[in-house]
């Protein structure tokens, strides 16, 4: 069966510092790759999606990037965290059955920038 | 652009009660619409998936419906328990993929 794994779980990092957040797909390839963001008491944001390795298309701009070193792994980087990137960060993958199409997330990742 | 929203933002019922949360959308041209559950500080875990050419699922005590015209769809939860309370967020896929900004839920024992 198809798994999601995204960690940290939590972080707390200082404005300044760099960023990395990981997250691999298991039990199926070349799969569709998206990071979300939840800003407190806010919606779901895509921030970046990734239909194959070293494709990566970003929806916002903003000081976070993305990249697909392998083809089951998704990783979100800054260089330096700004405030603002506090928020709760979701990998997720996209499948498709003949007849169905659907969005499997991760537990998620609470940034915390200080 | 496709526009989600979720009425209302936030509830609170006495355990038993059967309740329903609304989920609009903007533009009709989809494929499929998911419900999800996120608790505090954890991920998403999809609930039901309707696809557009459906009307309902059902999970339990959970039913979904879609009525894609009308860009509506209601999650009924039956006899609802302290353990429902979480946010509730539906997301509907078309070119992309749109959440609303959920329905946080409170079920009081």
């Known amino acids: 069966s198809q798994t999601i794994h995204q960690w940290p779980a939590t972080l707390v990092q200082p404005v300044g510092s760099p960023l990395s957040l990981e997250c691999t797909v298991e039990?199926?390839?070349?799969?569709?790759l998206y990071w979300y963001r939840q800003a407190a008491g806010r919606g779901l944001q895509l921030l970046f999606y990734?239909?194959?390795?070293?494709?990566i298309s970003s929806e916002v701009p903003q000081n976070l990037s993305a990249s697909r070193p392998q083809d089951r792994q998704f990783i979100l980087s800054s260089k330096k965290l700004l405030l603002s990137d506090s928020g709760f960060y979701l990998c997720?993958?996209?499948?498709?059955?003949?007849?169905?199409?659907?969005?499997?997330f991760g537990s998620g990742t609470r940034l915390t920038v200080v | 652009k496709q526009e989600v929203t979720q009425i209302p933002a936030a509830l609170s019922v006495p355990e038993g009660e059967n309740l329903v949360l609304n989920c609009s959308f903007t533009?009709?041209?989809?494929?499929?619409l998911q419900w999800f559950r996120q608790d505090p500080g954890k991920g998403l875990t999809s609930l039901l998936l309707?696809?557009?050419?459906?009307r309902e699922q059902t999970s339990g005590r959970l039913n979904a419906s879609l009525d894609k015209s009308s860009g509506r769809s209601t999650l009924y939860i039956a006899a609802s328990q302290p353990g429902d309370s979480a946010t509730y967020l539906c997301?509907?896929?078309?070119?992309?993929?749109?959440f609303g900004t959920g329905t946080s839920l409170t079920v009081i024992p």
């Open positions: 533009d009709s041209a989809i494929y499929n």
């Open positions: 309707i696809q557009s050419s459906q």
């Open positions: 997301a509907v896929t078309g070119n992309q993929f749109y």
């Open positions: 997720a993958w996209s499948w498709k059955t003949v007849s169905n199409y659907g969005y499997t």
């Open positions: 039990g199926t390839s070349n799969p569709n």
């Open positions: 990734s239909i194959g390795i070293d494709q």
